[in-house]
């Protein structure tokens, strides 16, 4: 029989254990967004970055045959497939909506970066979830990465992750908030003392933002366009704020709806900036509302220390002046925005031994 010394000693001993194995495990931090998924390996950064679609081949009866392409690959077919495949996003405002298909993407990455020899089989794997994931919502995350070959599979929320990799102080007395406009959603969250004090989320973000060019531009021009049109004018001449000096222009080809032929039309930003309009202001009054019910004292820290802005809608141009000029607070944008949630994901794992399960979500 153990006396209680030497239970304590062993319990010491594993304690021990498990954090040397710790770390050398092959722990990976997955940013499974609608429009890119990011993988952070511990050790070795950010080793995948690819966009978050399939392509598939089907049989005669219509029914799903087998992968054809996944990533960038299946994202070079998105309207240009023929009717025995078609290319989806199996990844809508910021969760699962094809549980199969998602599975299949995650073998797919995870097993590329293994074959970089990146990761061992069986990793430990951290997904991050938007704040506004459902119960059910985050088991299907949580069953996909299982699926997918993880050992053991943790929750961590888009804004806390993005919090921890835009090097924010989240585990102090301080208040700060962080917006992280994604592809499918737009978080934002107030944080202080490794918890999260405030967050909403609300469906909106970069796929919205293409889907109003998409719309403008049929209204007004009477020519439809695809996705990858509309992501090509938002990057090229987008603004979220008109100033002087930034009224670029961009020539496209659409399908006039009239005619039935393809037809040159020349954009503007301002034009763009008239398209984006109803989901830059749910943006800004989902930070107004985060402001009117931030408590007094975090209010005082945000005010000092300004907004943190991350995610690739953070990369709209002027998007920064927008907020500033509605909420009078400073504004900055993260370094490498499009990266914040991963690498903090993967930060948030390799603190796991320090803050136990603090910063993940308990669902």
Do not use: W
Request: with cysteine.
């Amino acid at each position: 029989m153990y006396n209680i010394n030497d239970i304590n000693i062993i319990n010491k001993i594993y304690r021990i254990f498990k954090k040397t194995i710790n770390i050398f495990s092959n722990d990976i931090s997955i940013d499974l967004g609608t429009a890119n998924t990011l993988i952070y390996v511990k050790g070795k950064g950010i080793v995948l970055n690819e966009p978050s679609v399939v392509s598939i081949r089907q049989d005669k009866s219509g029914f799903p045959k087998n992968i054809a392409a996944v990533g960038f690959a299946a994202k070079k077919m998105l309207g240009r497939t023929p009717n025995n495949i078609s290319a989806i996003r199996p990844m809508k405002d910021g969760v699962i909506a094809d549980f199969f298909v998602t599975e299949k993407m995650l073998q797919f990455f995870i097993k590329k970066v293994h074959n970089n020899n990146f990761i061992k089989s069986s990793p430990r794997v951290l997904v991050c979830v938007p704040v506004g994931a459902t119960q059910v919502e985050r088991r299907a995350i949580r069953e996909s990465a299982q699926g997918a070959g993880a050992k053991d599979v943790f929750l961590i929320e888009e804004p806390m992750a993005a919090a921890i990799g835009a090097g924010l102080p989240v585990s102090e007395a301080v208040g700060s908030m962080i917006v992280d406009i994604g592809g499918g959603t737009t978080e934002v969250a107030i944080i202080s003392l490794n918890g999260i004090v405030y967050s909403s989320s609300i469906r909106v973000g970069g796929n919205k933002f293409d889907e109003h060019i998409i719309n403008y531009v049929k209204k007004k021009y009477c020519s439809l366009i695809g996705e990858s049109t509309a992501e090509k004018i938002k990057n090229e001449i987008g603004i979220a704020y008109k100033s002087d000096n930034n009224n670029k222009t961009y020539e496209i080809k659409g399908r006039n709806l009239a005619e039935g032929i393809p037809k040159s039309i020349l954009l503007n930003s301002h034009e763009i900036l008239e398209s984006l309009k109803e989901p830059l202001s749910d943006i800004v009054l989902s930070i107004m509302t985060a402001l009117e019910k931030c408590p007094p004292e975090l209010s005082s820290d945000i005010a000092e220390n300004g907004i943190i802005l991350t995610g690739g809608g953070a990369l709209l141009n002027n998007i920064d002046l927008l907020i500033y000029k509605s909420t009078g607070i400073p504004v900055k944008i993260a370094e490498d925005p499009l990266t914040c949630v991963a690498k903090g994901g993967g930060k948030a794992l390799e603190m796991f031994d320090i803050y136990d399960h603090t910063l993940f979500s308990e669902d």
